[in-house]
C-alpha cells in the first residue's frame, strides 16, 4: 500500500511541477512586459505562486519518488496550512461580500447594488482615493464598460430592461 501511495504522490506532484512551470513562466512575463497597472499587481503574485508551487512539488516529488521521510513530512505540513490558509481566505470572502448580494428592482433586468450593503472592510477599501483609483483605472483599461456606450443612443426602459453584470 505505501508503494501505491508514493507512486500517486510522486505523479500528482509531478503533474503540480508541470504546472507551475507555465504559472511561474506567465509571472516573469508579465513583469517584464506589463503594461498597465492591473497587469503589474499581478506580477509579483503570479511569480511568486509559481515558486512556491515549483518548490512544493518538488519536495513531494522526491520525498515520494525517493522516500526521504523529512521532505514528506515538510510537503504534509505545508500542504496542511495551506489547506487551512485557503479556507480561512473563503471565509472571510464570504464574510466581506455576503451582505452585498443586490436587491432586485421592479421592472428592470438587474439587481441593484449599492456600496453601504457590503462590509465596513470592503467599504473602506473602495473608498479610500488610493484604492479606488487603482480599481478605476483596471475598468477602465479593461473596456469593462466600453459594451454600455454602444448603446447609450437606447431608450431608457430598453436599457433598463437589459441584463447587466453587476460592475456595469
Given at each position: 500500500m505505501g ?160 441584463h447587466l453584470?453587476?460592475?456595469?
Amino acid at each position: 500500500m505505501g508503494f501505491l501511495s508514493n507512486n500517486l504522490l510522486g505523479i500528482l506532484n509531478f503533474l503540480a511541477f508541470l504546472l507551475s512551470i507555465p504559472i511561474l513562466a506567465g509571472g516573469i512575463w508579465l513583469s517584464r512586459s506589463a503594461g498597465t497597472a492591473c497587469e503589474e499587481f499581478l506580477d509579483k503574485p503570479l511569480t511568486a505562486l509559481g515558486v512556491f508551487l515549483l518548490l512544493l512539488s518538488l519536495a513531494g516529488l522526491i520525498g515520494a519518488c525517493c522516500r526521504v521521510k523529512v521532505l514528506l513530512w515538510i510537503y504534509l505540513f505545508v500542504m496542511f496550512v495551506l489547506i487551512v490558509l485557503v479556507f480561512c481566505f473563503t471565509v472571510f470572502a464570504l464574510a466581506v461580500t455576503n451582505k452585498g448580494a443586490g436587491e432586485v428592482v421592479s421592472g428592470r433586468g438587474y439587481k441593484d447594488y449599492r456600496l453601504g450593503d457590503y462590509s465596513n472592510w470592503l467599504q473602506k477599501r473602495v473608498s479610500n482615493e488610493g484604492n479606488w483609483k487603482r480599481i478605476k483605472s483596471c475598468l477602465q483599461e479593461g473596456k469593462v464598460c466600453q459594451s454600455m456606450v454602444a448603446g447609450v443612443s437606447m431608450p431608457q426602459a430598453q436599457f433598463y430592461a437589459q441584463h447587466l453584470s453587476p460592475i456595469q
